[in-house]
């Protein structure tokens, strides 16, 4: 019974309610108003019988709810036989009841539509002059028009607005079936999508996260309202270079790299994170959607790529720095000729002998040195990246590179001139990666500039955030139709087989992830200058 009860739409159950209001009310109307018996008797069973198949209809609805538009059209015809007993027994067209005749029709128009309702109001018209009587209808045809007019019209009202209705249900039906189709596509591409999904509100606290998410970040327990440095880094701190942190702050989409050890195998990976914002009608940052993309790969192909670029700079260096080594050992040379000639003389009376020898020895001492500075800043160049981001001393870096590229420098008779401002905060990144960003910046310098003029590297504070290294040249400068494909992988101006086109792609891409970025001017004939920005941090 209640599942029956619970298939009935809203106006099945108003149906059943006017039913039960018009026995009510009918049953009242006759207890108070004074009738001749006989009327009264006839218009009892008259509301006995309205009863009798009222009852009985919604019997066999609840038993058969799939049936109840044919009830309703058996009923209706029952409805009408009421009427026109209730209209004969109540004085024709001069009865009260005429409104139930509205209200039948105003119920099957809503119910079954236009043509349904419009042919309800003829049945109704026929069905009402018949109950006022024929004979009368010449002295009131006046006033029944007028009656059977506001029948048709209100047939053709309520029909209109069911079509309306229905037209308007049917579309949000539609709609719906389209929203759910959406979603449920929109379920599969994030399930299945091989990034990782998470969504995070202002507070950076965790509202979402999609399965590969979970996976990755051992979330089995329940993680929604949980911040997201707890769950994801397992740590009680913000991370200091989140991308979300600038997102919120900025109202822009960013993005970082960040390291992350795995606490079950201590595996690590590297993820691109980029933080989307999703702002409210108002234009604030409501909620902000994370995109974790696993570059463990890429960034190993990336180092892969560094390191093989870095050996053909020191290939490239190699001669020079066997040329700076052999100076020094040269020069120790002489200087153990000359102990040794001190040692094999007979000595004198005075301390020349243990001066002479000192001086070599610290001579020697000092060469030894030099030859050290060389072939640490050769291998330091050399070595395998570590992606380990530490603080460093721009400007012991530019040192370091000018010493390997000094030789060759002088070689092709090419100045290279410090301007390095002193005491320059630290920033946070990779030495050997960013010695092989200046050292391909000062190649390309000495290699398109003429024998003479001076290359310049100067050092300094872009804003109170941002250091800046320029390295400038007077040089045969790049023409306006390649300066924008120059940092464009295998681009080059060299000769066949004298360059790879690499080396500004991989020195942007260093640049970038220390979150920095590279600008250019140059000018035919006149000179080039690179400019390097990147942020200070200690890391």
Same mark, same amino acid.
């Given at each position: 019974?209640?599942?029956?009860?619970?298939?009935?739409?809203?106006?099945?159950?108003?149906?059943?309610?006017?039913?039960?209001?018009?026995?009510?009310?009918?049953?009242?109307?006759?207890?108070?108003?004074?009738?001749?018996?006989?009327?009264?008797?006839?218009?009892?069973?008259?509301?006995?019988?309205?009863?009798?198949?009222? #009852?009985?209809?919604?019997?066999? #609805?609840?038993?058969?709810?799939?049936?109840?538009?044919?009830?309703?059209?058996?009923?209706?015809?029952?409805?009408?036989?009421?009427?026109?007993?209730?209209?004969?027994?109540?004085?024709?067209?001069?009865?009260?009841?005429?409104?139930?005749?509205?209200?039948?029709?105003?119920?099957?128009?809503?119910?079954?539509?236009?043509?349904?309702?419009?042919?309800?109001? /003829?049945?109704?018209?026929?069905?009402?002059?018949?109950? =006022?009587?024929?004979?009368?209808?010449?002295?009131?045809?006046?006033?029944?028009?007028?009656?059977?007019?506001?029948?048709?019209?209100?047939?053709?009202?309520?029909?209109?607005?069911?079509?309306?209705?229905?037209?308007?249900?049917?579309?949000?039906?539609?709609?719906?079936?389209?929203?759910?189709?959406?979603?449920?596509?929109?379920?599969?591409?994030?399930?299945?999508?091989?990034?990782?999904?998470? &969504?995070?509100? %202002?507070?950076?606290?965790?509202?979402?996260?999609?399965?590969?998410?979970?996976?990755?970040?051992? *979330?089995?327990?329940?993680?929604? =309202?949980?911040?997201?440095?707890?769950? #994801?880094?397992?740590?009680?701190?913000?991370?200091?270079?989140?991308?979300?942190?600038?997102?919120?702050?900025?109202?822009?989409?960013?993005?970082?790299?960040?390291?992350?050890?795995?606490?079950?195998?201590?595996?690590?990976?590297?993820?691109?994170?980029? %933080?989307?914002? &999703?702002?409210?009608?108002?234009?604030?940052?409501?909620?902000?959607?994370?995109?974790?993309?696993?570059?463990?790969? @890429?960034? @190993? &192909?990336?180092?892969?790529?560094?390191?093989?670029?870095?050996?053909?700079?020191?290939?490239?260096?190699?001669?020079?720095?066997?040329?700076?080594?052999?100076?020094?050992?040269?020069?120790?040379?002489?200087?153990?000729?000359?102990?040794?000639?001190?040692?094999?003389?007979?000595?004198?009376?005075?301390?020349?002998?243990?001066?002479?020898?000192?001086?070599?020895?610290?001579?020697?001492?000092?060469?030894?040195?030099?030859?050290?500075? #060389?072939?640490?800043?050769?291998?330091?160049? /050399?070595?395998?990246?570590?992606?380990?981001?530490?603080?460093?001393?721009?400007?012991?870096?530019?040192?370091?590179?000018?010493?390997?590229?000094?030789?060759?420098?002088?070689?092709?008779?090419?100045?290279?001139?410090?301007?390095?401002?002193?005491?320059?905060? *630290?920033? %946070?990144?990779?030495?050997?990666?960013? %010695?092989?960003?200046?050292?391909?910046?000062?190649?390309?310098?000495?290699?398109?500039?003429?024998?003479?003029?001076?290359?310049?590297?100067?050092?300094?504070?872009?804003?109170?955030?941002?250091?800046?290294?320029?390295?400038?040249?007077?040089?045969? =400068?790049?023409?306006?139709?390649?300066?924008?494909?120059?940092?464009?992988?295998?681009?080059?101006?060299?000769?066949?087989?004298?360059?790879?086109?690499?080396?500004?792609?991989?020195?942007?891409?260093?640049?970038?992830?220390?979150?920095?970025?590279?600008?250019?001017?140059?000018?035919?004939?006149?000179?080039?200058?690179?400019?390097?920005?990147?942020?200070?941090?200690?890391?």
């Amino acid at each position: 019974m209640l599942s029956s009860l619970k298939k009935l739409s809203a106006v099945d159950k108003l149906f059943a309610l006017l039913r039960v209001i018009a026995i009510a009310g009918g049953v009242t109307w006759l207890f108070l108003t004074p009738l001749p018996s006989q009327q009264a008797t006839r218009l009892f069973l008259t509301f006995g019988f309205f009863c009798f198949y009222s #009852i009985l209809l919604y019997t066999v #609805i609840l038993m058969k709810p799939d049936a109840i538009r044919t009830l309703y059209y058996f009923a209706f015809f029952l409805d009408l036989i009421f009427l026109f007993l209730l209209i004969r027994l109540t004085g024709g067209f001069q009865s009260d009841f005429l409104l139930a005749f509205l209200l039948l029709i105003a119920l099957h128009s809503f119910y079954f539509g236009l043509h349904f309702g419009l042919f309800v109001a /003829a049945l109704a018209s026929v069905t009402y002059l018949f109950a =006022g009587g024929i004979s009368a209808f010449p002295e009131n045809w006046v006033v029944v028009a007028l009656r059977i007019g506001f029948f048709f019209l209100t047939g053709a009202a309520l029909g209109l607005l069911s079509r309306k209705e229905t037209q308007d249900r049917e579309r949000i039906e539609q709609l719906n079936r389209e929203l759910v189709n959406e979603r449920n596509k929109l379920s599969q591409i994030l399930e299945g999508i091989d990034a990782g999904l998470i &969504l995070l509100d %202002s507070e950076r606290q965790i509202l979402w996260m999609n399965r590969i998410s979970e996976s990755w970040f051992d *979330a089995s327990q329940e993680v929604c =309202g949980r911040q997201c440095h707890e769950v #994801i880094w397992k740590g009680e701190r913000h991370c200091t270079e989140c991308p979300t942190v600038r997102c919120l702050t900025s109202g822009k989409i960013e993005t970082g790299e960040l390291e992350y050890t795995f606490q079950g195998n201590g595996d690590v990976r590297y993820f691109r994170i980029t %933080s989307a914002p &999703l702002p409210d009608e108002n234009g604030n940052v409501e909620r902000v959607l994370e995109l974790f993309q696993d570059v463990t790969e @890429e960034k @190993e &192909l990336q180092l892969h790529l560094i390191q093989s670029s870095k050996l053909a700079a020191v290939g490239e260096l190699a001669s020079g720095t066997a040329h700076e080594i052999n100076n020094p050992l040269s020069a120790i040379a002489v200087c153990v000729q000359e102990i040794a000639e001190a040692l094999a003389s007979p000595r004198s009376g005075n301390n020349k002998f243990d001066v002479d020898i000192r001086q070599n020895l610290d001579y020697i001492r000092e060469e030894i040195q030099r030859c050290k500075r #060389i072939t640490t800043g050769l291998l330091n160049l /050399a070595r395998k990246s570590e992606h380990r981001k530490v603080p460093v001393d721009i400007n012991q870096v530019l040192r370091n590179v000018v010493m390997l590229v000094r030789y060759k420098a002088r070689k092709e008779r090419k100045d290279i001139e410090l301007k390095l401002t002193p005491n320059l905060p *630290a920033v %946070s990144g990779e030495s050997d990666a960013l %010695s092989q960003v200046f050292l391909n910046l000062l190649l390309n310098a000495i290699e398109f500039t003429p024998a003479g003029p001076t290359i310049q590297i100067i050092s300094g504070m872009q804003d109170e955030i941002t250091l800046f290294v320029k390295i400038a040249d007077q040089g045969f =400068g790049i023409s306006p139709q390649n300066l924008n494909k120059i940092f464009q992988p295998f681009f080059t101006t060299k000769p066949a087989g004298s360059g790879t086109g690499l080396g500004l792609p991989i020195s942007q891409r260093i640049v970038k992830a220390h979150g920095g970025w590279i600008e250019v001017e140059s000018q035919l004939n006149k000179g080039t200058t690179f400019t390097v920005y990147l942020p200070v941090g200690e890391g």
